[in-house]
């Protein structure tokens, strides 16, 4: 059995045993970057922890950090574990009526914004404080979501701040050994689960390179330079990094395995990325923040199981059940229903409800999918998103990945607005790959009646300059149909 270890004392030992290898490399968004050692991380956030007690953060205390992939998020998350804080990331990008409801909820003893960049940088001046490592944080660190109703929900994650090899397992380790320590480029904002949870491989050895904000001409030039091993992303970064002019003669031979969630990946992307990289070295997971557990499978599975999000991993178990909480035969709907003794599970902060669970403990975060044969799992839609349109269900992300090999169309997302004759109609909002020339609603349609059934079809069309996407690359479909009269 795997043993547990203080995060903070780990930080202390991987110091001691500093060799002056750069552990951490940032690279900002206009293009500077740095590089930190072990050494550095530790005595920079001692200093910071120290400034951080001296306003009252202590043992057990919430830390939100409102701030942009950087260093001085990494220190203020280190900070936070040293004295037994839990460390609290939290979109940067909010108007200031979300923020305030959102920090609410987190009721951080300190919040740290972009206005308190300064104030971190300074602390490099204090003198470094002797710290007690035995406090441990009663909960690794918490993420912020909106929830499928837009409510905030804060996720703890029901796991002391110890270190313990299997959170910086690589996933691809259930095919393959993979080579260590891995470089590892962080894609996805940390204030997301796949950019904060790349910190706990550095506790094995693991590299971290961060960007601040993605870009997808500099993911390549990254991978490149930094001979970066591995990443996660979502299908839209996948997209957008796959579009690049001239991708196919740029240098991907570094990178030993990527990982892909957040959604389902449309099946051309999938042999996209297939020929740039290979499809054993492509995984696709599903799971959620809350660590119900977790189903993947690798591109060369897919292959012969398309539109699959894979199977169980790491103990978890898979239920499909109907309304009445009865499994469903193989290949018919049901609700989602995940359950794991790896992820010691999650408490919320605020009102959002908890997931609906069995009596045994499977828990459902609301999607929606069904089984194969060989037990592959497909997922469909959340169940909140699925647009009810005279009648007949349809699931948004099936029309999406039905639109989204269209040569004219960079991004879309498919919502239902209230409509009097059918109840909902299907809305496509899409952002074309060349604002000059959108394509018609007629051509849309054209091209996705020979993909999806007449009812599922687009009834309306709406073309944005730009997708209202997160620094995650996610969508509040919530919010898009309250501004279109719900």
């Known amino acids: 059995m795997e043993r547990a270890t203080s995060i903070a004392l780990l930080i202390r030992k991987l110091a001691a045993s500093c060799t002056g290898a750069e552990v951490l490399h940032h690279v900002a968004a206009d293009g500077t970057e740095s590089g930190y050692t072990w050494r550095e991380l530790d005595r920079r956030s001692d200093q910071l922890a120290g ?24 220190l203020g998350v280190f900070a936070a574990w040293k004295l037994g804080a839990v460390p609290v990331p939290v979109r940067w990008d909010l108007p200031e009526w979300e923020s305030d409801r959102l920090r609410e909820v987190v009721r951080a003893t300190v919040h ?10 300074a602390t490099t001046s204090a003198h470094v404080p002797i710290l007690p490592l035995d406090v441990i944080s009663p909960y690794a660190h918490g993420i912020c979501s909106s929830g499928s109703t837009g409510t905030p929900k804060v996720i703890l994650t029901a796991r002391r701040a110890m270190h313990a090899p299997t959170f910086s397992t690589p996933l691809m380790q259930s095919w393959t050994p993979v080579p260590r320590p891995q470089t590892i480029l962080v894609l996805a904002p940390m204030y997301h689960a796949n950019g904060f949870t790349t910190l706990f491989g550095m506790f094995d050895g693991d590299r971290l390179v961060v960007m601040e904000k993605f870009d997808a001409a500099r993911v390549v030039s990254a991978v490149e330079r930094h001979r970066v091993t591995t990443f996660t992303a ?12 001239g991708v196919e003669n740029r240098d991907l031979s570094s990178l030993e395995w990527i ?60 239920r499909v059940l109907n309304p009445d909480g009865k499994d469903v035969p193989v290949g ?58 005279g009648g007949a269900n349809v699931f948004p992300a099936e029309v999406e990945a039905a639109l989204i090999d269209h040569p004219a169309i960079a991004d879309v997302v498919v919502i239902g607005l209230r409509d009097p004759e059918w ?64």
Do not use: C
């Not at 990325?273 to 897919?302: F, N, Q």
């Open 234 to 245: 979502t299908p839209t970064m996948l997209q957008r990094i796959a579009d690049l002019p």
């Open 332 to 389: 018919e709907t049901g609700d989602i229903y995940l359950r794991s003794p790896s992820y010691h599970g999650y408490e919320y902060l605020g009102d959002a409800p908890s997931l609906k669970a069995t009596a045994d403990g499977f828990q459902t975060a609301g999607d929606v999918g069904y089984l194969d044969a060989d037990g592959y799992l497909y997922l469909l839609d959340r169940r909140v998103d699925i647009i009810i349109t």
């Open 112 to 121: 740290l914004g972009a206005e308190d960049m300064p104030w971190i940088d």
């Open 423 to 486: 109840g909902r109609r299907v809305h496509a909002l899409i952002e074309p790959s060349d604002p000059a020339a959108p394509p018609t609603h007629d051509e849309v349609v054209a091209y996705a009646r020979a993909r999806l059934a007449a009812y599922k079809l687009p009834k309306t069309t709406e073309f944005v300059d730009v997708m209202p996407r997160s620094a995650a690359t996610k969508v509040n479909r919530g919010a898009l149909v309250a501004a279109r009269g719900g």
């Open 51 to 74: 400034a951080l007690a001296a306003r009252g953060l202590a043992e057990g205390d919430r830390l939100s950090l409102a701030l942009r992939n950087s260093p001085q998020l990494v």
């Open 259 to 318: 990982l892909q969630g957040a959604a389902p990946m449309p099946s051309a992307l999938v042999h996209r990325w297939s020929g740039l990289i290979g499809a054993e070295r492509i995984v696709m997971a599903y799971g959620m923040t809350e660590g119900l557990g977790i189903t993947a499978l690798r591109a060369d599975e897919w292959m012969t199981h398309q539109g699959s999000v894979g199977r169980p991993l790491r103990a978890t178990e898979l």
